[in-house]
């Protein structure tokens, strides 16, 4: 099946860093790649639509500047946590689909600690 | 944009009893329903889809229904398990096409909890 890994799995930072966080398609090019941020007891909520190649979509009062992706290739987009804070502490996940195959796989998640 | 409200947020039954949850969607162009399964600190697993040209699916001890007219769609458990203990999201895509084909947003949880 379709497996979509993401690297780190857990990743602590001091307040003022930028953390880098991995989404990789490994057995199928990902024609779009969603990423979702999870805060404790919440749902999943979409910060960015990337496509390969373009520029990334921002959902709603989600800062560009702050959540940098990047979507260089067919397997690989990357999240960018600028100059993080405390607030930022949440539980990052991507999901990847291709083609006209419209259900979604998920990353294992990244857990994010900002202290 | 598509907005989805889900209930309950918590639910609790015995060992063997059947849960439901329920869904509601704002977009009626929507045409991808979802159910997921979320672990603790693990990521959503697919548990059952249903798309909007099928009024029921079902697979084992899990069925989805969905009503069109209503725009609100459903999830089943029959004989329920300790295992099945966790939290549920429900589901809808925005209408196909375009760059954000494929694009989800997702209920608010159900917690749900399974007593032996």
């Known amino acids: 099946g379709a497996v979509v890994s993401q690297h780190p799995s857990r990743v602590i930072c001091k307040s003022g860093t930028s953390v880098k966080i991995e989404c990789r398609s490994l057995d199928f090019q990902a024609t779009t790649m969603f990423w979702y941020r999870q805060f404790p007891k919440q749902s999943l909520m979409l910060m960015a639509t990337s496509n390969e190649g373009s520029k990334a979509t921002y959902e709603q009062g989600v800062e560009k500047d702050k959540f940098l992706i990047n979507h260089a290739s067919l397997t690989l987009s990357t999240l960018t946590v600028t100059s993080a804070h405390p607030e930022d502490s949440s539980f990052y996940i991507c999901?990847?689909?291709?083609?006209?195959?419209?259900?979604?796989?998920f990353g294992n998640g990244t857990r994010l600690t900002v202290t | 944009g598509e907005n989805v409200e889900q209930h309950p947020s918590t639910l609790s039954v015995q060992e063997g009893d059947s849960a439901v949850i329920k869904c509601t969607y704002s977009?009626?162009?929507?045409?991808?329903f979802p159910w997921y399964k979320q672990e603790l600190g693990k990521r959503p697993q697919l548990i059952i889809d249903i798309r909007s040209n099928v009024g029921e699916k079902k697979d084992q001890r899990i069925a989805v229904t969905l009503n069109k007219t209503a725009k609100h769609f459903s999830l089943h458990i029959t004989e329920t398990q300790p295992e099945d203990s966790a939290v549920y999201f429900c589901?809808?895509?925005?209408?196909?096409?375009?760059?954000?084909?494929?694009?989800?947003?997702f209920g608010q949880g159900t917690i749900l909890t399974v007593h032996p």
């Open positions: 589901a809808a895509n925005l209408r196909a096409g375009g760059t954000s084909y494929g694009k989800l947003t």
């Open positions: 999901s990847a689909r291709w083609g006209t195959e419209i259900s979604l796989h």
């Open positions: 977009d009626s162009a929507s045409n991808y």
